[in-house]
Structures are given as C-alpha cells and as structure tokens.
C-alpha cells in the first residue's frame, strides 16, 4: 500500500503500466540464477543487447597465430611475464 509520501514522490502511470522496484529486483535475480540461455538470449534480444565479439571479426591467419601461441603455452613453452618485462625494460629504459 502506498503511503502519500509514496504518491508524492512516484510519478504517475497509466493503470497496469507500473512496475514496482521489488518485481524488478525479482526479474534480475532469475536472471542471474538462470542457466537457461535461450531465456538469457531472449532477454538480450528483447533489450537489444548484442555481443560483438571481436574472434569472429579478425582473420584466419590472426586466429591461427593465438591458437598457435596458446599451443606453445599448454606446451611449457612460454616466457614468464617478469622476464619478458624485465627484457623490455633493459632494452627500452636502461641506457
């Protein structure tokens, strides 16, 4: 039941256009407890949400070069990241 306050402070909506904050609260957390991603997609749909994911935007030899490198990794062939910053910093900075 809404106080005058309430009324006061709310704006005004057509009769069954009004959503109270707690039936959104509700949404959101179906949402975020759903694993169901037709749901999901559909949602995103609805509000226009779109993934621009940038794998499907670069070029083959682009793709085969990061599974390349992520073959080297699972591989032990990488270089640890310090050493690598090491190097840059002694080749770029030091003089």
């Given at each position: 039941?809404?106080?005058?306050?309430?009324?006061?402070?709310?704006?005004?909506?057509?009769?069954?256009?009004?959503?109270?904050?707690?039936?959104?609260?509700?949404?959101?957390?179906?949402?975020?407890?759903?694993?169901?991603?037709a749901?999901?997609?559909?949602?995103?749909?609805?509000?226009?949400?779109?993934?621009?994911?940038w794998?499907?935007?670069?070029?083959?030899?682009?793709?085969?070069?990061?599974?390349?490198?992520?073959?080297?990794?699972?591989r032990?062939?990488?270089?640890?990241?310090?050493?690598?910053?090491?190097?840059?910093?002694?080749?770029?900075?030091?003089?």
């Amino acid at each position: 039941m809404k106080t005058r306050a309430m009324q006061k402070t709310l704006p005004l909506h057509k009769a069954g256009n009004f959503m109270d904050i707690q039936t959104k609260y509700l949404i959101i957390e179906k949402l975020i407890r759903t694993q169901d991603e037709a749901i999901l997609n559909q949602v995103k749909e609805l509000l226009g949400i779109t993934d621009k994911d940038w794998w499907h935007e670069i070029s083959e030899a682009e793709k085969a070069s990061i599974r390349k490198g992520i073959d080297q990794l699972e591989r032990g062939e990488g270089i640890p990241h310090e050493e690598v910053m090491k190097k840059a910093l002694d080749r770029y900075f030091k003089k």
